[in-house]
T-cell receptor, first 118, second 116 residues
């Protein structure tokens, strides 16, 4: 099991360029997430998906688009990169452990993609 | 929406001492509180979590406590070791038994350094 993998590991873009970050998971998880991590701000949710063909906005969705055409893949797109999008991007996947009481959920994170926009 | 505050932002302890990290949350509907550890250059990894139906949970040297009335929860690490050095994040979310994903709200992180 590779778990959650992300490509590329590092990328430098010029302002206005576009790119796609790829996330893949081999745990058959229903849910997938994209976060960005900035110094002093923790992790903030960009977009998420509850299943193949579905996506939803998170806390900071502006400037990003996502697609989940296959259950195991979740793509994050930047159509026109801006310096404010310089960050470390993490993908995560999970499934909900349903119980009779309060459920629990473990999110498994990928190793991250470091993006620098000049 | 949920707001999670985490303190301190940095914490330095000597090997063998205990470390405590505290978080507060704002949404009374939150019922699931995980803690993640992030080592340098890696993604966060779940180390322990607690649900709102219990007040304390322990796993070897790590324990988490939850006070629902005060809306705060804490991570306790005893007998700290150099390998405990990392950034720790708390998070909170309301989880329900339906097909909706959790939208974790994370704290801003605590950089723990364990010195020899």
């Amino acid at each position: 099991n590779a778990g959650v993998t992300q490509t590329p590991k590092f990328r430098v873009l010029k302002t206005g360029q576009s790119m796609t970050l790829l996330c893949a998971q081999d745990m058959n998880h229903e849910y997938m997430y994209w976060y960005r991590q900035d110094p002093g701000m923790g992790l903030r949710l960009i977009h998420y998906s509850v299943g193949e063909g579905t996506t939803a906005k998170g806390e900071v969705p502006d400037g990003y688009n996502v697609s989940r055409l296959k259950k195991q893949n979740f793509l994050l797109g930047l159509e026109s990169a801006a310096p404010s999008q310089t960050s470390v991007y993490f993908c995560a996947s999970s499934h909900l452990q349903r119980t009779s009481g309060t459920p629990r959920e473990t999110q498994y994170f990928g190793p991250g993609t470091r993006l620098l926009v000049l | 929406g949920e707001n999670v505050e985490q303190h301190p932002s940095t914490l330095s302890v000597q090997e063998g001492d205990s470390a405590v990290i505290k978080c507060t949350y704002s949404d009374s509907a939150s019922n699931y509180f995980p803690w993640y550890k992030q080592e340098l250059g890696k993604g966060p990894q779940l180390i322990i979590d607690i649900r709102s139906n219990v007040g304390e949970k322990k796993d070897q040297r790590i324990a988490v406590t939850l006070n629902k009335t005060a809306k705060h929860f804490s991570l306790h690490i005893t007998e700290t070791q150099p390998e405990d050095s990392a950034v720790y994040f708390c998070a909170a979310t309301p989880l329900i038994n339906t097909g909706t994903a959790s939208k974790l709200t994370f704290g801003t992180g605590t950089r723990l350094q364990v010195t020899l």
